[in-house]
């Protein structure tokens, strides 16, 4: 099964709204960009029935360069999670696909 | 941000859709992606990143008010990771002092 892409949503935005297909990527492109600025600037998205993009401030801890298994330290960092929302967690857990 | 605020963002920055397409185009794209997840596909957004399941083995898990033993089938959960280019964008964010 191939991926969905940015590509396709904008396809799909195209063939159902009265939206050119300029109009329908730039629609795409501002979905992502909105998240990501909110997210640049430490603040949480909360997407109802999705779910949520967190921050995480990370602290310095002892890490290993797995090849040589040389110690280096993994640097204090701020990272994204994402926490699903129900309903999309309803939608995907019953999945019976198998690889 | 909520949904509805990131609606009125996009509003704002794409003077040429009406509020109303916005919010018509936001519910889709949420539910595209949704939908690609719940049919085991994945969905890979460059610059932000990429959506997949990942697999729960199925457990004995507890009832917490009872404390009696249930059996958990295994499922399917989503999973989020973020493509270089936020990881970047956020993790500089924070040496700004955000």
């Known amino acids: 099964m191939g991926a969905l892409t940015k590509a396709e949503l904008a396809e799909h935005l195209h063939a159902e709204l009265a939206l050119s297909k300029r109009e329908a990527k730039a629609m795409v492109e501002a979905f992502f960009e909105e998240i990501r600025a909110c997210l640049r600037e430490n603040e949480q998205v909360k997407l109802s029935g999705f779910g949520n993009f967190d921050l995480r401030d990370k602290r310095e801890r002892p890490g290993r360069n797995p090849k040589t298994g040389e110690e280096i330290p993994i640097s204090a960092r701020r990272v994204v999670t994402f926490r699903p929302g129900q309903k999309l967690k309803q939608q995907v857990e019953h999945y019976v696909g198998g690889e | ?98």
């Open chain 2, 1 to 98: 941000m909520t949904k509805s605020e990131l609606i009125e963002q996009i509003a704002m920055r794409q003077p040429e859709l009406s509020a109303k397409d916005v919010e018509t185009a936001v519910r889709i794209i949420l539910d595209d992606m949704t939908d690609s997840l719940a049919s085991g596909g994945r969905v890979e957004i460059r610059g932000f990143g990429s959506f997949s399941l990942h697999y729960r083995e199925p457990r004995v898990g507890r009832n917490p008010k009872t404390g009696d033993a249930v059996d958990l089938e295994g499922k399917y959960v989503p999973h989020f990771k973020p493509g270089k280019e936020l990881r970047e964008q956020v993790d500089a964010s924070r040496a700004l002092g955000y």
